[in-house]
């Protein structure tokens, strides 16, 4: 949960630590703080930003989880329960731009990767109908809803299926 700087500067600590351990032949320490290094920077590729962008993105603080989510330099790098929520945010952060296209990307990417449950991989689906029904697409659209429709758990989510459905009947032929 630390952004790029401070896993940078507890690396730093952690280098320095096994440095000064070998100096005064304390093995055992050293051994310890250069683990400690590894593991901070083995979560540095693995999980990145993303816990902490998250707690910025359920704040609505969208300028700051960007910032956070371009920290991460390689993606596909990342965990794949991460790779889901990382993105989610950034398709998430498209639609705020009206960068639709960019969503669309992000959101079939997020589809591929765990989520949190069937209900979240459900409104990464309601939003991919939307994108297709705003390209007045409705094969694509009535196929999102009919596989968000099977993982959507919730009435609110049931009724966003309902609404999107009876707009794509109306552009069906």
């Known amino acids: 949960m630390y952004n790029k700087q401070s896993r940078y500067a507890l690396m730093a600590v952690f280098a320095s630590s096994a440095l000064v351990s070998l100096y005064y032949t304390q093995y055992q320490l050293a051994a310890i703080a250069g683990l400690l290094f590894c593991f901070i920077l083995w979560s540095h590729f693995k999980y990145g930003s993303i816990v902490l962008a998250s707690k910025y993105f359920k704040d609505k603080d969208y300028p700051r989880v960007a910032?956070?989510?371009?920290?991460?330099?390689?993606?596909?790098?990342?965990?794949?329960?991460?790779?889901g929520y990382y993105e989610f945010m950034k398709a998430k952060l498209a639609l705020e731009n009206e960068d639709y296209e960019a969503a669309e990307y992000h959101y079939q990417i997020a589809s591929r990767f765990p989520l949190g449950g069937k209900n979240d991989k459900a409104?990464?689906?309601?939003?991919?109908?939307?994108?297709?029904?705003?390209?007045?697409?409705?094969?694509r659209t009535l196929a999102y809803t009919t596989k968000a429709r099977e993982l959507a758990n919730t009435s609110r989510a049931k009724e966003i299926i309902e609404t999107i459905e009876q707009n794509a009947k109306k552009l069906a032929p």
Do not use: C, F, M
Not at 126 to 131: G, H, K, P, Q, S
Not at 133 to 139: G, I, N, P
């Open 123 to 139: 409104y990464v689906l309601i939003n991919l109908a939307n994108l297709a029904l705003r390209k007045k697409d409705a094969e």
């Open 67 to 83: 910032e956070l989510l371009s920290e991460v330099q390689n993606p596909d790098r990342l965990a794949k329960n991460r790779r």
